[in-house]
């Protein structure tokens, strides 16, 4: 059964940092490309960035720069280091399979995500 599992989401004021973690279970394979998604109040969820099994990275324009996206294929965890915060980085994040045929292969399931909320 898929289980996605976000943590470490918060308040945190415009400059700050925080870091994400995701937890998977084992039935996403560590072969597969994970990314972290972001879904702000009334938008569409949108990718922020992603990592293959083997550790390429690549990010969307609006965090390139100031998130770092990390794996640890052993124990199934992602992790995203997000400095120098912005409001406008305000969403609740997620991370799954990418791409979407994978995802939806799999059953398209999506964990509750983590809240981050940038204000003063």
């Known amino acids: 059964q898929v289980q996605l599992v976000e943590s470490g989401g918060g308040l945190v004021q415009p400059g700050g940092s925080l870091r994400l973690s995701c937890a998977a279970s084992?039935?996403?394979?560590?072969?597969?490309?994970m990314g972290w998604y972001r879904q702000a109040p009334g938008k569409q969820r949108e990718l922020v960035a992603t990592?293959?099994?083997?550790?390429?990275?690549n990010y969307a324009d609006s965090v390139k720069g100031r998130f770092t996206i990390s794996r640890d294929n052993a124990k199934n965890t992602m992790s995203l280091q997000m400095n120098s915060l912005k409001p406008e980085d305000t969403a609740v994040y997620y991370c799954n399979v990418e791409p979407s045929t994978v995802r939806r292969a799999l059953g398209d399931v999506w964990g509750q995500g983590t809240q981050v909320t940038v204000s003063s």
């Open positions: 084992r039935i996403i394979n560590s072969i597969y490309t």
């Open positions: 990592v293959t099994s083997g550790g390429i990275t």
